[in-house]
């Protein structure tokens, strides 16, 4: 049995813009690249073309997976080593307070471009202007803020609104709100320009001149020689075993694979002990993270999944094309090991697929920084273990531990929460769903799920 076909994603216009290359004979590789493009103008408080990500496909007729890395890289290749000024900021996340570092110096070498050329050029079967144009369409029409989005817009308002932000997200001196139209007129250029130039753009064309402009104008650290010699990895995915299935996914941060080792079997035990076995397979740091996922299936059984981020943002954009430059070098999160110029950063992203008998039962990846973790193994648990439908996992109510405190969403029994804060730990109870618990996309055998977390959309193959 198949994966249903189809396009879940963290936006309307994000998801419609999969659906429509599906709907032209595309691959999912096409669909894929122009859902992601379509995501860098109408998600662009989640993600944008000068970040990073990761993706894993599924090659039907080779019966394999491949994981692509196209994070960031540390700059400062063909350059002095020197220190940069970095603007300090406070973000209130809930009830807690995140500490970034932001500005031109956060910048690390941007991959999302070349990452989706390289997508496109092994898997796509479209010309390359026919899976840019969705985006651009968008771009010249602006795209409607949904709720989760401009919630987050207003957490990050102080970010977001900062230089060129300003004129984008408070035009007229008022930030924009739920139904208001986001215009980023910036962002046409910066498409016909990928459009025109291919990938390369970004590393040795028009995106390129206009990054290190901007970089060496406000003291950035990113050079020519980083963004010439970036390449995008093909890797094997990392393998684990769960509810009697084949897990591919990417190991590094995310620490997916050893919390679905830990977890005990869920099938038939009781509320209480499965959220206590959640607990104790889920510990995990805070960080507030900023990414988007999606996830696309076409009729010939080949799935991809993609996860993508900014960081924060650095707050500043690049004049003319309205492309925001990523944070990577001030989220604390990402600063593990030696930092050696031209290596990629270490990340937490995870896109991936879950085999029974060798064939796909689940194509997954999720969006939230630390709580991604969380939010996968919970969802991958209630539809694998539990038979819950994707949508329905999707929308369950999740708990995310951080060291003794539980962050537990509405909907999660009084009976669990007293056993828990009965386990002596602290449990912090929000009132609704809400993004920062992560944002899942899923497509499995029984149909697609989307997060209402983040606003998100699912979109089945018509």
């Given amino acids: 049995m198949l994966l249903r076909p ?13 659906a429509e290359v599906l709907d032209a004979r595309g691959s999912a590789a096409d669909a894929t690249v122009a859902a992601s493009l379509a995501s860098c103008v109408a998600e662009t408080v989640m993600t944008g073309l000068l970040g990073g990500g990761h993706a894993i496909v599924w090659d039907a007729e080779a019966g394999r997976a491949e994981l692509l890395d196209f994070f ?7 350059a002095e ?13 809930g009830t807690e307070m ?34 840019v144009e969705p985006a651009l369409r968008l771009a010249r029409d602006g795209v409607e803020m949904p709720p989760a989005h401009a ?25 924009l709100e739920t139904g208001d ?12 320009a990928l459009r025109d130039e291919g990938a390369r753009s970004a590393t040795d064309g028009t995106l390129a001149d206009a990054l290190l402009r901007l970089v060496d104008e406000r003291g950035g650290l990113v050079t020519r020689e980083d963004l010439r010699t970036y390449e995008p990895a093909w890797l094997d995915p990392e393998e684990t075993r769960y509810a009697d299935r084949r897990v591919l996914t990417r190991g590094g941060l995310s620490g997916l694979i050893p919390a679905l080792q830990a977890l005990p079997p869920l099938r038939g035990v009781s509320r209480t002990e499965r959220a206590r076995a959640l607990v104790t397979a889920l510990g995990a740091a805070h960080g507030l993270g900023r990414t988007t996922n999606l996830t696309v299936v076409d009729d010939a059984g080949n799935a991809c999944v993609v ?39 270490a990340s937490m992203m995870a896109p991936t697929v879950v085999l029974a008998d060798g064939e796909p039962e689940l194509a997954i990846g999720a969006a939230g920084g630390t709580r991604l973790r969380s939010a996968l193994v919970q969802v991958t648990a209630s ?72 606003s998100g959309a699912a979109r089945a193959r018509r």
Avoid at 104 to 113: I, K, L, R
Avoid at 181 to 192: H, I, K, N, S
């Fill in 72 to 78: 960031v890289a540390v700059p400062g290749l063909g």
């Fill in 98 to 131: 995140v500490h970034y570092a932001i500005g031109v110096g956060s910048c690390a070498v941007p991959g999302v471009a070349a990452g989706l050329g390289e997508l496109w050029r092994r898997h796509g079967r479209l010309p390359w202007q026919d899976v």
């Fill in 151 to 175: 919630s987050c817009l207003a957490m990050l308002a102080p970010v977001m609104t900062m230089r060129e932000g300003a004129r984008m997200y408070a035009p007229g001196g008022r930030l």
């Fill in 81 to 93: 080593q020197r220190d940069v000024d970095l603007v300090k900021l406070h973000v209130p996340f």
């Fill in 383 to 454: 539809i694998l273990e539990e038979g819950l439908s994707e949508q329905e996992a999707v929308e369950r109510p999740r708990i995310h531990p951080v060291g003794d405190v539980v962050h537990v969403e509405p909907g999660v029994e009084e009976e669990v929460l007293s056993a828990l804060e009965g386990d002596r730990r602290t449990v912090r109870r929000w009132p609704a769903l809400h993004h920062y618990f992560g944002g899942v996309s899923a497509i499995g055998r029984q149909g697609l799920g989307a997060d209402p977390r983040r």
């Fill in 181 to 192: 139209r986001l215009e980023q007129p910036g962002l046409v250029e910066a498409l016909e």
């Fill in 6 to 18: 189809g396009i879940a994603a963290g936006h309307p216009a994000t998801a419609d813009a999969g």
């Fill in 307 to 345: 996860t993508t981020s900014l960081g924060l943002g650095s707050g500043d954009w690049l004049p003319g094309l309205d492309l925001h430059l990523n944070s990577m070098l001030g989220e604390t999160d990402l600063l593990v090991g030696p930092l050696e110029p031209g290596t990629r950063m």
